[in-house]
């Protein structure tokens, strides 16, 4: 068999099987003798070394106290969030969205007006006094750059403040961040090396992601797909690790739940996996026009002194807006929601899906700070339950939710330029969709690849600060000078094809 298989490989080549990997496992392992067969280990390519990061005990004992911190300050942030969003639309229970609907139409202005001033002159005096200073999580795992805890809780606190009073951001930026922040810090307090850094700041970004949305796998599928860029043992299994311990931290506040409750577990139909194979491209088109609008404002966005008045102009162009469509406010979990239970009507899907997503570039313009996880999220579930209805008057028979669960996912993977993080942050945040399995990774993959057939970037490499040498870039070029002027090289999914 060995024969018939070298002489496919030519005359004279030799059959790949037959030669030992060359690869070294490191740290060497406890059993020194090989199996029978005399093959090593790390004939599987994920079984060799540690890669840039040594995994070694110091490191994992940062990666514990990572994945608590992580969880204590999604604690703290979701608490902050919580009590802001109580006082400032005056309700005691129920949900965010339910709070917001039954406030009086004046209420709703003022808090985002006093969001408006808050974030107006905190961001102005925060940016002044840490001139400088770092509090970008992607940056910091992608490039290596030094975060700023200062400037990064002041970040924080502010985001989680205006979000609490209805601006149209994602509540993950803030924990995502001091979860980064939490592993730079341990890693220099430590003398943890380049390579450790990197993947520290990166678990400790999925963490906060994870402890927050009780999405464990999803965090560390985040820290793996997204911050570092590859799916390896040596990252996964830290990651996997980070993730989980802040997850079970963040119970001590946080229930152990699915985000969305109470959505149907939805059986597969033939219907909708034809329609995620024409819905996917499309949803993938929207994608790149959404973050490429991310991109424009994020560049373009307010700084200086306009800081002290931008956001509170933005802010009531939102709270005009919101009193006609109350579920602009805040991060966009009742839109989701609904769409997934499928209680929306076509009209006001049609409305959410082309509002939501300027209300949000609108507030990102304005200088606040804020996650674009959830908004991306609900645009996609409106997306696709607008698109369900439209196909349910050819092809009958398929509950909207269904549409909205797939329409999320692919809006998620090809916003992210993440599929795998997508679709599991989907099936975890609302504990169901298994039944729409190939429908969703259809839709979701078409979605992805053709966001990054077309342009490439994500909602997170789209809102990179400008390098002074990127002023006049030709398209296509930007990554590779970016490159060029760093001296390393970029995140994959910012690197040119």
Known sequence: MASELGASYGVGMPDPADRPSERVRVPPPLISRRIASGRGATEQPNAGGDGEAALTPRFWGAVLFTGVAAGLFGVAMMALLTTVEHIGFGYDSGSFA??????????????????????????????????????????????GSALSWPRSLGTSVLSEIVIGLGASLGREAAPKLMGAVSGSVLARWTGMDAGQRRLLVACGAGAGL???????????????????????????????????????????????????????????????????????????????????????????????????????????????????????????????????????????????????????????GSGASGGLLTPTLATGAALGGLLGIVW????????????????????????????LTALVLVLELTGTGFGLTVPLVVATALATAVARRVDGYSIYSGRLAALPSSVGRSEGAGEGLQSEARGRDQHPQNRAE
């Open 98 to 143: 339910s709070g917001v609907e039954q406030a009086s139409g004046l209420r709703r202005a003022v808090a985002l007006a006093v969001a408006g001033v808050i974030g107006g002159v905190g961001w102005y005096l925060l940016r002044r006094f840490t001139r400088g200073q770092r509090a970008e999580a992607d940056e910091a795992a992608w490039f």
């Open 210 to 364: 994870a402890a927050v949305y009780d999405v464990p796998l999803a965090g560390a599928l985040f820290t793996a797909e997204i911050m570092i860029g590859v799916i390896t043992l040596p990252v996964a299994l830290p990651a996997l690790v980070c993730s989980g311990v802040a997850t079970v931290t963040a119970w001590v506040y946080l229930p152990a739940q699915a985000t969305y409750l109470g959505v149907p577990d939805y059986a597969f139909t033939p219907s909708a996996l034809v329609w995620a194979m024409l819905a996917g491209p499309v949803i993938g088109l929207v994608a790149v026009a959404f973050i490429r609008m991310v991109a424009v404002v994020s560049h373009h966005r307010a700084s200086g002194r306009l800081v002290l008045v931008a956001p509170l102009v933005a802010f009531g162009v939102l709270a005009g807006v919101g009193q006609v469509f109350p579920q602009l406010f805040g991060n966009g979990k009742g839109i989701a929601l609904d769409a997934f239970l499928g209680t929306t009507g076509v009209w006001l899907l049609l409305a959410l899906f082309v509002l939501k997503p300027l209300v949000t570039a609108l507030c990102l």
């Open 392 to 419: 349910s008057a050819l092809w009958p028979g398929t509950p909207v939710g269904v549409f909205a669960l797939v329409g999320a996912a692919a809006m998620l993977g090809a916003g992210m330029q993440a599929p």
